[in-house]
């Protein structure tokens, strides 16, 4: 597929097919990790692939809620493979941990941005295009509470050594089933307002 053809379907699936994701497929889009950025080489990624019928209805019973208040039909155990998308903190200490070589005086560097999140989400970037290139689709679901994250990490059964920044659900999309617009959906911006130039 093209690459613009990649960019032009990215988007968030809520909607699949009652199909399953061959394994090989799934395995070249698992090998989108050995291409992702992290800090300083640090490799604080982290996957869990979640293909079990019974783990899959358990996260889409603690995150489902939401979705369905806003009138999605269910959706998520309907995706047949979720991806914990992970991240190993520790990683990045354990990498900069010896930061004198670095910065004269610092023990380790005072990390102004979070990589180990920034890097999380260039792999789940890559992750999304490396399935629709495969011409299937994904979606992402998460929490903003942390008692529901720690029930999905438990349901993966993730060390306590990884945080969850959440799960890409992989599928068949169902182009056939018309879901809502929600109520609080908001217009892409042009592009004028969100880049300046500076020549």
Known sequence: MDFADVLRKRQMMRSYKDQPVADEVLQRILQALRRAPSAGFSQGHRLVVVTDPKLRQQAADIAEGRYVDLGFPRWIA??????????????????????????????????PVPFWWFDCGALFMLLQLAALNEGLATGFFSSVYTDELAELAEVAGLPDDLALAGVITVGHPDHDRVLPVPPNAATRLPNDQLIEWRV
Do not use: F, K, M, N
């Not at 903190?89 to 990390?111: D, K, L, N």
């Open 78 to 111: 309907s995706a047949p493979v979720h991806i914990y998308l992970c991240t190993r903190e520790q990683s990045y200490h354990e990498r900069y941990g010896g930061a004198e070589e670095v910065r004269p005086g610092y023990t380790e560097i005072p990390w």
